[in-house]
Structure formats: structure tokens, C-alpha cells
């Protein structure tokens, strides 16, 4: 079966795209903090995955619908980054995402979610959003343009096999870029100790 072009809001749940919780002022960590808040500065691999640096706050102050789910997708609506990535929980404790994304719940019938994310980072969307996008010192994609994201959708067989690819192509990615850190860090340290 051939590949069908098609807008994102075609294949989402219903209701599926949602802001993040937007914190009032400046969002304070508790040192019994139950439930995880993921930021913008917690993203890595080129703002395609989230670090282990989120803060915790206490529960009770966010209501539970704005907790997320497995597979949801965080997509990056402010700024010049405008990212997706998709959430697996690490452990059992809560998470919310912050204002500065979008949480997208792709209907799994039809899509596999980390082809979704996969798709929405390559150069032919993110041409389509800096065409799109609204503002112009801090850029912001709106729901709107979001909805519209062109997406060339194969069959559920091939999306999964496109997105395991791409994560073991990411995977190997962040090790050469690790390795390369610590190469670096052996030589400097080589040289500092040369002159000392």
C-alpha cells in the first residue's frame, strides 16, 4: 500500500492537541515534589528527547487531565526550535509539560506516534512552519498551523519500522557525540597535565 498525504488533525484523537499546564510566574521545585514538570530546558539530542534535570513540584496544585500519557507527543510551539518529541514515562510518578508545548495524542489506529514525531523534524515540516509561523523576534506556531502539519502517512507497518530505524540512528547519534565529549576531555586534560 502506497503512502497517503494527510493533515495532522486527521490523525489525532479527539480533542487530541492541548497546551501545556501554564504555570503562573516563575515554576518552583519542592523537595517532596510529586509530580515531574518538563520544560523547555530539560530537552536534549537537539531538543528531540527530555533529559533526567526536570523539577518536581506537589500534585495537588495541577489537575490530572493535564497529566500525560504514554506516547504523547511534546511539540515545541515558541521559539526557533520547533521539535517533537514523544513522552515514555521512566517510572510510575506523574508528568505535565509546560506551556511551550503542545501535547499531541495521535490516534494509534492510525498512526504511530514516534513516526509522528519523526516526521514533524525533518527539513520539509520545518520549512512548512518557519513559512507559518507567527511573530518575528520569538517565533510561535500556532494550534491552528499545527492542525495543518502535512504528514506523509504509510502503512502502520512501515511507520514503525521507519521510527525504530530512526531511533537507533538517534541512539547512535548521542554515543558518537558522548564519545567525541570525552575524547575531548582526556586530551585536555592530557595537555593541562603536559605543563604542569
Known amino acids: 500500500m502506497r503512502s497517503e498525504?494527510?493533515?495532522?488533525k486527521s490523525i489525532i484523537e479527539r480533542g487530541g492537541i492541548a497546551s501545556g499546564y501554564s504555570f503562573r510566574g516563575k515554576i518552583k521545585g519542592s523537595l517532596n515534589g510529586n509530580l515531574r514538570v518538563i520544560q523547555l530546558k530539560d530537552m536534549e539530542n537537539?531538543?528531540?528527547?527530555?533529559?533526567?534535570?526536570?523539577?518536581f513540584i506537589d500534585e495537588h496544585s495541577v489537575k490530572d487531565k493535564y497529566f500525560l500519557k504514554s506516547g504523547d507527543i511534546l511539540f515545541i510551539s515558541k521559539g526557533a526550535n520547533n521539535f517533537a518529541s514523544v513522552f515514555q514515562p521512566k517510572d510510575k510518578i506523574p508528568s505535565v509539560a509546560s506551556s511551550v508545548f503542545y501535547v499531541i495524542e495521535v490516534d494509534p489506529s492510525k498512526a504511530n506516534p514516534n513516526y509522528v514525531a519523526w516526521y514533524i523534524n525533518q527539513n520539509l515540516v520545518q520549512q512548512y512552519f518557519q513559512t507559518n509561523a507567527l511573530g518575528t523576534y520569538s517565533l510561535n506556531i500556532n494550534r491552528e498551523t499545527v492542525e495543518n502539519i502535512p504528514i506523509q502517512l504509510p502503512s502502520l507497518q512501515m511507520q514503525e519500522k521507519i521510527a525504530k530505524l530512526a531511533q537507533l540512528a538517534q541512539q547512535e547519534q548521542y554515543i558518537y557525540t558522548q564519545l567525541k565529549e570525552k575524547r575531548n576531555q582526556l586530551i585536555e586534560a592530557q595537555l593541562l597535565s603536559s605543563i604542569n
Not at 498525504?5 to 495532522?8: A, C, E, F, G, I
Not at 537537539?46 to 523539577?55: A, K, P, V
Open 5 to 8: 498525504k494527510v493533515t495532522l
Open 46 to 55: 537537539e531538543y528531540t528527547s527530555i533529559g533526567d534535570t526536570c523539577i
